[in-house]
Nanobody
Framework: QVQLLDAGGTLVPAGDSVIISCKAS????????MGWFRQAPGKERVFVAA????????AYDDAVKARFFISRDKVTNTMYLQMNKMKPEDTALYVC?????????????????WGHGTQVTVSS
């Protein structure tokens, strides 16, 4: 079983930057894509960004493209999300996920493994 540990969430003023991470442990080779979803209170979990573990192909939701940057360290099995110019609407629980698909799925239904989530709150 793959276990995902997401961390780094914090309270941050609008305009600042935050980097969050997700470290995979266990049977790490059972996934091909890792990504981030976020969920605000009372709303559904939505796609933020993802990266294929092999080629490093990336995908971003339009709301974060050009502000957020996803990367991965294949040696440490750690994924990062650099979030710049944070906005209050970025406030959410950010949750790491992994999928056996290498086609960069964007729906939560296609991800088999999930982290516990790390809270990012952006003040105005």
């Amino acid at each position: 079983q793959v276990q995902l540990l997401d961390a780094g969430g914090t309270l941050v003023p609008a305009g600042d930057s935050v980097i969050i991470s997700c470290k995979a442990s266990g049977r790490a080779l059972s996934y091909n894509t890792m990504g981030w979803f976020r969920q605000a209170p009372g709303k559904e979990r939505v796609f933020v960004a993802a990266i294929t573990w092999g080629s490093g192909s990336t995908a971003y939701d339009d709301a974060v493209k050009a502000r957020f940057f996803i990367s991965r360290d294949k040696v440490t099995n750690t994924m990062y999300l650099q979030m710049n110019k944070m906005k209050p609407e970025d406030t959410a629980l950010y949750v790491c996920a992994a999928s056996s698909s290498d086609a960069i799925p964007t729906t939560p239904l296609t991800y088999e493994y999930w982290g516990h989530g790390t809270q990012v709150t952006v003040s105005s």
